[in-house]
């Protein structure tokens, strides 16, 4: 997430209340989250185990919990709370924005676009030429959605990340601030759920289809004509590369990557990244052939035993 304007290093942390190491003119240009962050941004890290991976990512500003030594070229926030303060800038920079209409009137709408009854159409969202959305969609703050694309009734766009930090007294949420792009020509079935970024975008390629009930987590990258069934559940922080399909009731971790033109049979756990070109099955997932090798020779244990009796 950029800042409207460039702030200098002081006015960051006068606006956080805490300790700077570096030049108090130094710019900073936003905030993100580490996989995607960029020179000028700012991230966090709160557990010495993420430190040297903080410090020598792209950002350029790092808010932590430790005085260390500042590598050259950046600037340190020092808080007793980063994940709180980071939090703060998410609020400052994209606070909430109450709405009382349907349609908001900061929404850009293109041209031959319906939107049916009882949907909502949030601040500063826009919406290419020629989409088609049924009744019930929700589309929160800042959606961008390309031209040509249809979504079926009940879907929402841009709930928050499931992203929390466990407290003494219990979970705090990191605030998500982040967007949802859906590109030209996609396809978005009845029920479903595609969670924004944190700071960044999720993001789902042109072309893509997705059935009803699909779960999409925040910064998952959905490559280009990728297909997807039915109650498939995608996790946060995933990429998934064009032309895959996953078939119903697939279900992934975080933070991984499938390969072009993979196919994931239903039912499979995507435990794992996985190249491109093969298709997987089982949980954990193994190329089918081979999984579907293991289930045969199971049932041939039984034959087995009697042998050997």
Known sequence: MKFPK???LEEIANLLNCEFIGDKDFDVLGMNEIHVVEPGDIVFVDHPKYYDKALQSAATIVLINKKVDCPEGK??????DPFRDFNTLTKHFRPFQFAN???APSAKIGE??????????GNHVTIGKNCLIHSNVSIYDHTVIGDNVIIHAGTILGADAFYYKKRPDGFDQLISG?????ENNVGIGALCTIDKGVTGDTTIGEGTKLDNQVHVGHDTVIGKKCLIASQTGIAGCVIIEDEVTL???VGTTSGITIGAKAVIMGQTGV???VEGGKSYFGTPIEESREKLKQLANIKKIPEILNKLK
């Open 6 to 8: 460039v702030h200098s």
């Open 271 to 273: 435990t794992k990244s």
């Open 178 to 182: 982040g967007r949802v792009v859906v």
């Open 101 to 103: 209409v349907a349609i």
């Open 112 to 121: 031959g676009t319906v939107i049916q009854p009882n949907s909502f159409v």
């Open 247 to 249: 078939w119903g009731q």
């Open 75 to 80: 600037a340190l926030l020092i808080s007793d």
